[in-house]
């Protein structure tokens, strides 16, 4: 997992509320052996309709997605985060994620910003009208900027979440983090308990 430090871009508005992983990623999409090519698959039984966000140039390039509420939920596909990284995605904001979305999102290197349900409303409108806003997240500083509307936004974030991101640690990284306690413990315990060499 590379590390999440700044996230600079602009963003798409995706006004729909309880978005679930399979509207996300159809389940046809998990057939794939590979983990790569998953965003040919990001929302598209919604693609075909030529007025669907995603599929307006103007937002072309986006980094960030901007959700309604109850983002996610549904499954634990972690294919749904895929998808979302792989079509260029760095960062989702919404009022509120499925709770299992947004740990597979954590542990993927994707980030997931809670923000209050007006103030979501507000960014969906915002950049409806205007695809060209740009934001600044700072992982460090928990905060969004939007410098043309003269908002800052910042968002709860856990310890251990921030760390994970800014040192890009995903779950084997941060057990390597623990690799001398591990040779200790494993170099002295103790002869009783069961060893690899049971015959």
């Known amino acids: 997992m590379k590390p999440v430090k ?31 090519g998953f965003e040919k698959g990001l929302f598209s039984e919604w693609r075909d309709d030529k007025n669907f966000i995603l599929n307006d140039e103007a937002y072309a390039g986006a980094r960030i997605l901007i959700a309604g509420p109850n983002f996610g939920t549904g499954s634990s596909r972690e294919h749904a985060v895929w998808a979302i990284q792989q079509a260029g995605f760095d960062a989702v904001i919404s009022p509120r994620f499925g709770p299992i979305f947004k740990n597979n999102a954590t542990k993927n290197g994707l980030v997931p910003i809670e923000i209050d349900s007006q103030l979501g409303k507000q960014l969906i409108s915002e950049v409806g009208k205007n695809p060209d806003l740009h934001f600044v997240i700072d992982i460090a500083q928990r905060s969004v900027e939007i410098p043309q509307l003269g908002l800052s936004i910042e968002f709860e974030l856990e310890d251990s979440v921030q760390e994970r991101f800014l040192k890009g640690l995903d779950d084997i990284g941060i057990t390597l983090n623990n690799a001398e306690a591990i040779t200790n413990f494993e170099t002295n315990r103790g002869q009783w308990l069961p060893s690899q060499n049971l015959i």
């Not at 602009?10 to 006004?15: N, Q, R």
């Not at 399979?22 to 057939?31: A, F, N, V």
């Open 6 to 36: 700044i996230i600079e871009g602009t963003a798409v508005p995706l006004d729909r509320s309880d978005v679930d992983t399979d509207q996300i990623i159809p389940s046809d999409w998990l057939k794939r052996v590979e983990r790569t």
